[in-house]
């Protein structure tokens, strides 16, 4: 039987929070009950936001907090030259384009009079217009040898039709893990998303569909908060011929405000906690544990 395998999968562009606190710990409970893996995975392929101080920040957390992963550690920053083989295939074959508008053209183009009802993503970030999607390739190639700044993304139609009929997945029903529900995949919600930048070969969507399959995740335990977003994940999985993961999206630990907790909320970061005199032991209760 092959052992079960959940990750922690941090963004190091910030400091912990309780929320992660209690994600990790809801993977590390899981996989101990399983007698599974834990894996740690440090998201850091957004150079510019995430940092080593922050990374050691996580990562001193993390061990404080009682967390047990198994080593190495997978750090996405070191494997750029991994996901930049695999956009290389989506470009070769024609499941992203390169897109050229900026944030304030498509502002532009939805505040155009015609265009009030603009769908939105849900995140509330309008749809990326169709425009670059049908330029021609000379025209591409043109602006691309100008220098134009461009992001490659996914034509989330085409995917489909590659894809075929109904994309689903495995969503857990609460975290006893013992029933599990069908969930309809609906990537056409976030349009034809960022798959990879000029400068990074990657986007968040690609980068955790490569690694949970390399990896061998069985279980992906992680927040409400990215439970639409497995839509465009599976949609990846699918395109790539990568095998697909079980999923569980768990509750989210609310700020005093009843909001999502934030990395900017000090108040509620593990560190700041800590120096306030709270334990380890004192995190877990406070989170349910
Ligand atoms: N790195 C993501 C975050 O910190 C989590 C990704 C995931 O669990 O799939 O929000």
């Given at each position: 039987m092959t052992l079960l395998t959940f990750r922690f999968a941090p ?192 986007s968040y969507h690609l980068a955790v569909v490569i690694d949970d ?77």
């Amino acid at each position: 039987m092959t052992l079960l395998t959940f990750r922690f999968a941090p963004s190091p562009n910030g400091e912990l929070h309780l929320g992660h606190a209690y994600s990790a710990l809801l993977n590390q409970k899981l996989a101990n009950r399983a007698g599974g893996r834990l894996l740690l995975r440090i998201e850091d392929i957004d150079t510019t936001r995430c940092t080593p101080q922050f990374e050691t920040g996580v990562l001193a957390d993390l061990k404080w907090l009682g967390l047990d992963w198994e080593e190495p550690v997978r750090r996405q920053s070191e494997h750029f030259g991994e996901y930049r083989t695999v956009l290389d295939r989506l470009i070769r074959e024609e499941f992203v384009y390169p897109a050229f508008m900026s944030r304030g053209e498509i502002r532009a183009f939805i505040t155009d009079s015609e265009k009030r009802d603009w769908p939105r993503d849900p995140d509330g970030v309008p749809l990326y217009p169709p425009a670059d999607k049908a330029l021609p390739t000379r025209e591409r190639k043109r602006r691309i040898a100008e220098g134009v700044p461009f992001a490659w993304r996914l034509d989330v139609d085409a995917a489909l039709a590659r894809a075929g009929g109904d994309l689903s997945w495995t969503e857990y029903t609460d975290e006893t893990l013992s029933a599990t529900r069908l969930v309809a995949a609906r990537p056409q919600d976030w349009g034809d998303v960022v798959v990879a930048r000029r400068e990074i070969p990657t986007s968040y969507h690609l980068a955790v569909v490569i690694d949970d399959a390399l990896q061998g995740v069985s279980h992906v335990v992680r927040g409400q908060d990215l439970f639409s977003a497995t839509g465009v994940q599976r949609l990846l999985q699918e395109l790539l011929g990568l095998r697909q993961p079980a999923y569980f999206h768990h509750r989210l630990i609310l700020g005093p405000d009843g909001r999502k907790l934030s990395k900017s909320l000090g108040d509620t970061g593990l560190a700041a906690l800590r120096g306030a005199g709270m334990s380890a032991a004192d995190v877990r209760r406070l989170v349910g544990f």
